[in-house]
Each structure stands twice: as structure tokens, then as C-alpha cells.
């Protein structure tokens, strides 16, 4: 899971990404393939062509509550230490094992606003050269104003992610909701 001690880098792609996705899935799947419905590689490294954060992005999918408490309990024998919901009803975060490459794990629950946004943000800018274009531009700049502050770099980048997700039909509602999750003006 991301810490705030780390800086806030922005490298070009990297093709590997994608390899390293399917590492941590493979680790984590036999764990939780009978609770869980999927592992989707979110994020901007799950994006073809975007600079990002060279931190791998994976949201673990369950169907129901109670699916989600196992599919904790499960990544946790792999030496993950479980982080608790940091804010975002129905998604569940972890710090990776120390010996791991940086990466944020997710258990989320189906159907879930975190979810839903994970994944819509993701296929929108997979599908939108120019907007993906904009958004590497926007994190570079964001990167230089906040190279110490991942909180503030985070923050700074909430209206260009909004406008995505208002582009794919997130309601006003959901928007005000994602500002309070994040202790955004509104």
C-alpha cells in the first residue's frame, strides 16, 4: 500500500508492468478462488502508454460482506498486513510483504463505488489517447509541485479523475461522496 514516506515519481510506461500485475495475481488467487470473483489490474500502470507511479495497482473482487472478511483474513497468509478501509467504504487495503516491489492490494467488494471508479477510470483512459495524454501531463506536472507530499500530488489530481468519472456517468452524488472520502472542498 502506499505510504506517504514515498516520494512521488512518474516514470514513462513500462511493458513489464502488465507481467508484474499477473506475478501478484498468480500469488494471490489460489488463496482466494473460492471467495473472490476476480483480480483486475487497476491503476495507471493498468493503462497501456500512461507514466505513472511505477506501483502496481490490484483491487481483489467478492461478491458478498462476508466474502470480503475471508478474502482478508486469506491475503493476510501471504504477509500482507491488513491496513483497514482508509476511508473508502467497501475497499480494504494492505502493505505489501518488505521484500515486495511497491504495490496497493484491494479487497473490494462487487458492485462497490471504489470498484465501479477503479475500473471506469481505467477502460476510460485505456479507450481515450487524448485524455490519457492530458493525464500523464497533469501527473508530471503534479509530480514536480508535490515530489514530497503524496497526499497534496493525490488531491491535486481528484477533479481531472472526476471529470472522467462524470464523463462515464458517476452521479453527483457519488462525486460528493468521493470529495468527502477524500477530505475534498466541495
Known amino acids: 500500500m502506499v505510504t506517504s514516506s514515498r ?91 518488505a521484500e515486495d516491489p511497491p504495490h496497493n492490494l484491494y479487497v473490494c467488494l462487487a458492485g462497490s463505488r471504489a470498484l465501479r471508479n477503479h475500473l471506469a477510470v481505467r477502460d476510460y483512459l485505456r479507450s481515450h489517447p ?16 508535490h515530489r514530497t507530499d503524496r497526499a497534496s500530488y493525490g488531491a491535486a489530481k481528484t477533479d481531472f479523475i472526476l471529470g472522467i468519472l462524470e464523463a462515464q456517468g458517476l452521479s453527483a452524488i457519488d462525486r460528493a461522496a468521493i470529495r468527502t472520502e477524500n477530505k475534498l472542498p466541495g
Not at 506501483?55 to 470480503?68: E, H, K, L
Not at 472478511?69 to 483497514?84: F, H, K, P, Q, S
Not at 493525464?135 to 508530471?140: G, P, Q, T, V
Request: glycine fraction near 8%.
Open 130 to 145: 487524448e485524455a490519457r495524454a492530458a493525464y500523464a501531463a497533469l501527473k508530471r506536472r503534479l509530480a514536480d509541485d
Open 7 to 97: 516520494s512521488v515519481e512518474i516514470v514513462d510506461y513500462d511493458p513489464r508492468w502488465p507481467h508484474l500485475f499477473e506475478v501478484f495475481r498468480d500469488r494471490v488467487w489460489p488463496v482466494v478462488s473460492d471467495v473472490a470473483t476476480g483480480i483486475e489490474h487497476v491503476g495507471s500502470t493498468s493503462v497501456p502508454g500512461l507514466a505513472a507511479k511505477p506501483i502496481i495497482d490490484i483491487d481483489v473482487v467478492v461478491p458478498t460482506p462476508d466474502a470480503m472478511g475471508d478474502a482478508i483474513r486469506r491475503v493476510e497468509t501471504l504477509g500482507y498486513r491488513y491496513a483497514g478501509d482508509l476511508g473508502i467504504e467497501n475497499r480494504h487495503g494492505f502493505h505489501e510483504p
